[in-house]
DNA sequence: AGGACTATCTATAAGAA
DNA sequence: TTTCTTATAGATAGTCC
């Protein structure tokens, strides 16, 4: 898809690797929000660069799972790489945290599965029982018992690494929605008869 | 991208919206599949569809993960949707499942993170920890610790819809890679003193 | 690292099988 | 509902900032 075709196999050339990395994620991420607009459909994808950069798109679930997992605290932060807006279609409410800069920002009502995400302190095995938790929560939102939020963020790889100065976490972003209150159930234009998809 | 340029907006239209989400869904993989094979990244995909069935592009770790929350036991089998061929570019070993009908095939070698997969029978706390530890293998393995494994795989949504005699469990299929050895660490063609992406 | 700029290549909307 | 076909919209490789 560009000046020239080119095979679908590794790339060699360092900086042109980096390069097609950055472009790429940016358009798989776009295309998985364009599937998640169109279809109603509820998508996360998780990115590893080689270089064990973590880069998300997805629920806010997903976000905190991966902090969880790269030894964070909640308030630690993550740089936002996308939404430059939020969008509400259709019945399935669907929505975009924008990066406000460094902006201080408080969510307004918060999401039902936001809650937990916030109980820090536990030990080991009540983490993993957590994220257990928020899993189920990612599957459950997508039978239609709450809202859906959708963010894209990029993850630094090393807790170490880790720059407060110059990162934004999403959960600290303002959530731009029209309204916050749980859809009285979806209408997802099909009946549950017919073969799912 | 069509005949017609279309708004990204949910499609009110049932049928349209079902084909769009099958081939925006297809699409969606390759692309991930093509920044994995370009990029030696490590991506994972899983989307629901309106109707609540999941479909997961990534590690069978991801794969495990999902049947837990779908109660599903590892003998159970979901519809392996896509790789039509196992490929293995560049010093960080890939390889794609390929369906083989119904055929029971067993692997051959295994990778080390498929052992914990197939602890059955543990109690709910363990089986979180399980995960937990599961989770951690995906992050652990891109950072140069073992070989890298990526497949598609559709999940039958409601467990109770699940049918065994239309499916098959990308564990369950063939590994037809030309190497199952560990890759004696990974060269990423850059090193790590640079500041990672 | 990200943008900007094209020439090209690729994904896919529509429609029909 | 997977496939095929074709016209187009969109993504992106190469290159310069």
Known sequence: MGRKKIEIRKIEKKSSLKVTFSKRRTGLFKKANELC???????????FSPGGRAFVFGH???DAVIDRFLGRDTDTSSRVVVPAE???HGQVQRQYLEAVGRAEVRE???????APIENMGLNELEQSREMTLMMMM???SESGAGPSSTTMVEYA???????????LHARDLAAHSHSQTAPQGFDF???FDEPRF
Chains 1, 2 share one sequence.
């Open 37 to 47: 607009v169109l279809c109603s459909a509820e998508a996360t994808v998780i990115v």
């Open 60 to 62: 806010p679930t997903a």
């Open 86 to 88: 939020q969008v509400v």
């Open 108 to 114: 307004e009502g918060g999401f039902w599965w936001d």
């Open 138 to 140: 990612v599957m459950e």
């Open 157 to 167: 790889a090393p807790p170490q690494e880790y720059n407060s100065s110059a990162v």
């Open 189 to 191: 234009g099909f009946g």
